[in-house]
Structure formats: structure tokens, C-alpha cells
């Protein structure tokens, strides 16, 4: 209960959400955000997809890349995103791949199909790109979401801890990179399918 009103004080009210939507930041770097998909549940995509639509910070692009065997529930689901459609899955590293060569954003970022976003997410990024020109990579806090909606595991995270992150995988979601950075350092290779955004 203490988390949940904790939660509940932090999150961005519509007033927060309506003032992001209206500011002008002196950097507006366009988002490149990645969903890799084979087979997924309908209703956690549309509601991944509805997370980054109602985002308060506009300037974002959204690429699924569907591995499905067959036409159905990701194509079904779109709005405003790029959809690429994969004649064989090439792995969640390679899918994902597919996705970054077909990004035109100045960040890349990466989500699961059954990833929300909170409606502020994409506008705390581009903030924090304002705040640190020198920024390469943004990774941020999250939690697990039950089917009911609450959430009750959340992961706070301390700023990059290279010990820490040598043992596991600290960042995982929402990761978000550089395009110069990840031009630099290369996409992932198939033998880390399953860890790429670790890899990353």
C-alpha cells in the first residue's frame, strides 16, 4: 500500500503531462523505438503500442518487426508506426537488428511487445538530452505490472555501476542509445539472441 501511493504521487499528472506536451526544449531528439515481435499476445501490444502513442514528448518513431510465420495480431494493431514485416525470424538479435537499420532517430530505443511505457517516459528522455549534450546512452527505473494493473516489483536503479553491471544486467528497459554511439559500436551478433539489450 505504501509503495502504491508512493507511485501514486510520483507519476506525471494530466496538468505534468499537459505542460510537457506544450514546452519547448532547445534539443528535440527524434526517439527510434524498436519492438521485435514473433507470435505476441495481442492485448500486451496494443497496450505497448497505446503507451507510446499517448506519449507527451511528440517526436518519436515506432518500428515493429514482425517474425511472425503468418499475418495477424501485430499488423492488426498498428497506428502510427513503422511496420516490417520479416519473410523468416532471424532471432530476437537479428529482428531487433532489422529494426535499428530501419530507424531514422537520433536515439535508439528498445521495448518488449509487453513493455508499457509511462506517458512521460519519452519527454524525461529528452530532458535529460537537453540536461547532457554528452549523453551516449539513458536507461531508467522500472517495475512488473500484475494483469490487474497494479505494479509490484519495482527496480530503482543507481546511475551506471560498471561493477554491477559486469554481474547482470542492471539497465534492461528502457534502453535507449545514441545512433552515433551504436553506428560505433556496432548492432549485436546472433550468438547473444535473448541478451542483446544486455549486449548492447
Known amino acids: 500500500g505504501q509503495y502504491r501511493a508512493w507511485l501514486d504521487a510520483h507519476k506525471a499528472s494530466p496538468e505534468d503531462l499537459a505542460a510537457q506536451a506544450q514546452a519547448v526544449l532547445t ?89 508499457i511505457l509511462e506517458p512521460d517516459a519519452l519527454f524525461c528522455y529528452a530532458r535529460a538530452i537537453v540536461r547532457d549534450a554528452d549523453a551516449t546512452a539513458l536507461f531508467c527505473d522500472e517495475d512488473t505490472f500484475e494483469v490487474d494493473g497494479q505494479y509490484r516489483f519495482p527496480v530503482f536503479k543507481s546511475e551506471l555501476n560498471l561493477d554491477l553491471l559486469y554481474s547482470y544486467n542492471c539497465v534492461t528497459h528502457f534502453l535507449a542509445v545514441k545512433r552515433e554511439t551504436l553506428e560505433a559500436i556496432g548492432t549485436s551478433p546472433d550468438d547473444v539472441t535473448g541478451a542483446q539489450d544486455y549486449d548492447l
Open 27 to 115: 534539443v528535440q531528439p527524434k526517439f527510434s523505438i524498436v519492438v521485435p515481435v514473433f507470435e505476441p499476445n495481442a492485448g500486451y501490444l496494443s497496450a505497448c503500442i497505446s503507451s507510446v502513442v499517448r506519449q507527451s514528448y511528440a517526436n518519436w518513431e515506432l518500428l515493429v518487426v514482425d517474425a511472425s510465420p503468418h499475418d495477424g495480431i501485430a499488423a492488426r494493431c498498428l497506428e502510427r508506426i513503422v511496420y516490417l514485416r520479416l519473410e523468416r525470424n532471424l532471432g530476437i538479435a537479428g529482428n531487433t537488428n532489422v529494426g535499428i537499420e530501419n530507424a531514422t532517430g537520433d536515439w535508439i530505443a528498445f521495448l518488449d511487445y509487453d513493455d
